[in-house]
């Protein structure tokens, strides 16, 4: 089973200029999403494009942001900057921003139930896979050139969407780990563990049917094996093996509230010890901070 399978056709594809500089130009874009989540809210994936005016092909870096709409806000710094170092640069909306958020879930974030969050990243991933798609047929960019750089939220999508497609050519990982069901019974907010109440024994037990379910991955192949749990489905950590060819960033806090150290450690580990820094929580995600991490 794949969930990640989808139609490349893009279809419905418009675009309007926001914005025009001298050195950029800041562009909306929109295309039909591929999959059908049955709520009207997600039927559109909208994104910016920030493009610089030059004749030659330039890299992209596809931002991708985390939960909540706060964290668009270092994405955008981050595109504004990148630009103007001959960088384009898409920034997509998520299906859970508010723009696409539907209304049927804003009550329950973040604490849906597993199904629904399976939905969403399989929604989010295939999105950041249309980008992908889109940018093929862009003449002003260099397609041998394109990596993409999450938070929080958005670095689990990355993760998986460099694990399921080549043509993400590096990554930058921000706050971001692996193993959700460890990850729920360690990180320090108590309402996690609240809302997915779970015995130690049946915690071990999925833990340990995650690791023989990732030993069968390995062997098989994502495609030829059955998850006994469909978190094992959308987990980093699943994906983490096809990570190690290419070149990633891993940025992450030494006291973050909800993806504590062990679970970066352990996605760390497993796409091959790439590039890894520690920095405080509260200087991570401060729009300067990512800002800086994102020039370097």
């Known amino acids: 089973m794949n969930p990640f399978k989808y139609n490349h056709n893009l279809s419905g ?13 800041v562009i ?3 295309f039909q999403s591929a999959i059908d989540t049955g709520y009207s809210k997600n039927s559109l994936i909208t994104g910016d494009y920030y ?13 991708v942001h985390g939960m ?3 964290s668009m806000i270092p994405c955008r710094m981050l595109a504004r900057s990148l630009v103007q170092k001959n960088i384009a640069c898409f920034v997509p909306y998520l299906t ?4 696409r958020l539907p209304l049927e879930l804003k009550p329950h974030m973040p604490y849906l139930t597993p199904e629904e969050w399976y939905n969403v990243y399989r929604t989010s991933v295939v999105d950041i896979r249309q980008v992908i798609d889109w940018a093929m047929t862009r003449q ?11 938070i929080s939220f958005g670095g689990f999508v990355s993760s998986i969407v460099m694990g399921m497609d ?4 590096a990554g930058v990982l921000i706050v971001t780990g692996g193993n959700a069901n460890r990850l729920t019974m360690m990180n320090k907010e108590g309402k996690y563990r609240e809302k997915y109440k779970r015995s130690e024994i049946e915690h071990l037990q999925v833990l340990n049917d995650y690791e023989e379910y990732r030993e069968q991955v390995r062997k098989y192949g994502f495609e030829n094996v059955p998850a006994k749990h469909i978190s094992f489905l959308t987990d980093p950590l699943t994906f983490a093996d096809n990570l190690k060819d290419r070149p990633i960033l891993m940025i992450n806090a030494r006291h973050d509230k909800y993806i504590p150290v062990e679970s970066a450690t352990e996605l760390w580990q497993a796409a091959g010890q790439p590039d890894i820094k520690w920095y405080p929580w509260d ?10 991490f994102g020039m370097q």
Not at 166 to 169: A, I, M, T
Not at 283 to 292: D, E, H, K, Q, V
């Open 28 to 30: 909306e874009v929109s």
């Open 96 to 99: 859970i921003h508010s723009k």
């Open 51 to 63: 493009v610089p005016n030059t004749r030659n092909p330039v890299p992209l870096a596809i931002l």
């Open 166 to 169: 080549k043509r993400v050519k």
């Open 140 to 150: 002003e960019i260099d397609t041998k050139k394109l990596f993409i750089s999450g």
């Open 283 to 292: 200087m991570l995600l401060s729009g300067s901070g990512i800002l800086r």
């Open 68 to 70: 909540g709409d706060f």
């Open 13 to 25: 594809v418009t675009t309007r200029i926001k914005k025009q500089t001298a050195t950029c130009r």
